[in-house]
């Protein structure tokens, strides 16, 4: 089992806190830093300075880290243009010497595009008839080989003979995860596109069901490629009760909730909780940290909980 780092910096996290998180992750050992791709807070927080943008801070990390893994969870098909977000994604994977991740999903706030002047198509079926589109078209241009140009003849996006630059530094591309419960049309386009699929803040019998809508849109694709599968999950580990307590507080959650529907607990309660998503499959854990500010926290899951996983 490998162990991610998961942030949500519209919550409330400037680059300075983005990197020092990151810098702690790679130093502690672990896999990878992902991050959230929002522009607006959520619940009753001020969200203070504000949001960063996704791919912009991973620009700057692939500068700053030298091993760890980066990527989102979830770039949002709605906020950008799919050639553009390419050559985006292309430059920061060379930026970092072939380190990057592509988490890629519909989008859904639409406050945050409210709030911004970003269209937000109305049915969620027009968001996904974009979202597969965009998939094509990304996919297509990092896949053509280098000398021949991308054309795309979509209902939402057309592309004439692209010269299909930069290419990413890995070869053929960047992995690429698809998320999310969807029960037919999120297990067709993961098997179609994805390395690996994510279920966010599930259960484990709902993950387990997850996984298992998806392992048969694999089998019935009849790819031959291998599929990642993985669980994002909030952490909240302490090394006694109260620690477990302090934490929880700070992030405004109650302990028996996160117990229920997250990490929580001491060590040995995560490591016993991870062993579960792992006997169903899953084969990275996304852990979001929701506290930045909190290294020691960091600590704590890297000392005496990641060397029980892995």
């Not at 021949?148 to 209902?155: A, C, I, N, Q």
């Not at 009849?222 to 599968?229: A, H």
């Not at 997250?262 to 060590?267: K, R």
């Amino acid at each position: 089992m490998r162990l991610r780092i998961f942030t949500e910096p519209q919550q409330g996290a400037d680059y300075d806190t983005l990197l020092a998180v990151a810098k702690a992750a790679e130093d502690l050992g672990f896999d990878a830093f992902f991050r959230s791709d929002h522009y607006l807070k959520m619940g009753d927080v001020d969200g203070l300075p504000g949001p960063t943008d996704a791919w912009i801070t991973l620009a700057g990390l692939a500068r700053e880290t030298s091993r760890i893994r980066l990527g989102t969870l979830m770039t949002a098909a709605t906020f950008r243009h799919p050639g553009p977000l390419a050559i985006s994604v292309a430059q920061v994977d060379r930026m970092s010497g072939g380190r990057v991740e592509f988490g890629f999903g519909a989008g859904w706030y639409e406050a945050e595009h409210a709030a911004y002047g970003i269209p937000f198509p109305a049915s969620a079926r027009e968001r996904f008839d974009r979202y597969e589109e965009q998939l094509d078209v990304i996919t297509g241009l990092w896949s053509t080989p280098v000398g021949e140009t991308f054309r795309y003849e979509g209902r939402h996006y057309r592309l004439a003979e692209g010269p299909a630059l930069p290419k990413p530094m890995q070869a053929p591309r960047p992995p690429v995860l698809i998320g999310g419960t969807g029960l037919k049309r999120t297990p067709r386009l993961a098997a179609a596109h994805a390395d690996e699929y994510n279920v966010p803040f599930c259960s484990v019998e709902d993950t387990a069901a997850a996984f298992g809508r998806t392992r048969d849109a694999v089998a019935a694709s009849g790819r031959s490629e291998p599929m990642v599968y993985s669980a994002a999950q909030v952490l909240c580990c302490g090394r006694n009760d109260a620690e477990v307590a302090r934490r929880a507080a700070a992030i405004g959650r109650e302990v028996e909730e996160l117990k229920a529907n997250g990490l929580a607990g001491t060590p040995d309660e995560i490591v016993k909780k991870i062993g579960r998503f792992a006997e169903i499959g899953a084969e990275r854990m996304y852990l979001q940290v929701l506290d930045l500010s909190d290294l020691d926290h960091l600590e704590l899951v890297a000392s005496e909980v990641a060397p029980r996983v892995g």
